[in-house]
């Protein structure tokens, strides 16, 4: 079995495309914040703050789930040399 064929593999790669869809969708709170930001509406844009917050740290969590499980698959591939 091939390092790029390993479950182990199979997991980062899901990881980055939950990553991708992450960032993907903060640019879309982004605008819907400043599209809120011209409603007058303290509730309202109390609410697009706090959505943009929690996808942001989504995308910080993602971000270091993806870069450890790739730290361990390079761990993976220098201990079978």
Same mark, same amino acid.
């Given at each position: 079995? !091939?390092? *790029?064929?390993?479950?182990?593999?199979?997991?980062?790669? $899901?990881? !980055?495309? *939950? =990553?991708? $869809?992450?960032? !993907?969708? =903060?640019? #879309? +709170?982004?605008? *819907?914040? %400043?599209?809120? @930001? @011209?409603?007058?509406? +303290?509730?309202?844009?109390?609410? %697009?703050?706090?959505?943009?917050? @929690?996808? $942001? &740290? =989504?995308?910080?969590? =993602? %971000?270091? *789930?993806? &870069?450890?499980?790739?730290? #361990?698959?390079?761990? +993976?591939?220098?201990?079978?040399?």
């Amino acid at each position: 079995m !091939s390092p *790029l064929s390993s479950p182990g593999d199979r997991s980062t790669k $899901e990881v !980055s495309a *939950l =990553l991708r $869809e992450a960032r !993907s969708l =903060l640019r #879309r +709170a982004d605008k *819907l914040f %400043a599209g809120v @930001a @011209a409603v007058d509406d +303290a509730v309202t844009t109390g609410l %697009a703050t706090e959505a943009r917050r @929690a996808v $942001e &740290q =989504l995308v910080h969590e =993602l %971000a270091r *789930l993806e &870069q450890r499980r790739e730290r #361990r698959a390079r761990d +993976a591939v220098r201990r079978r040399r």
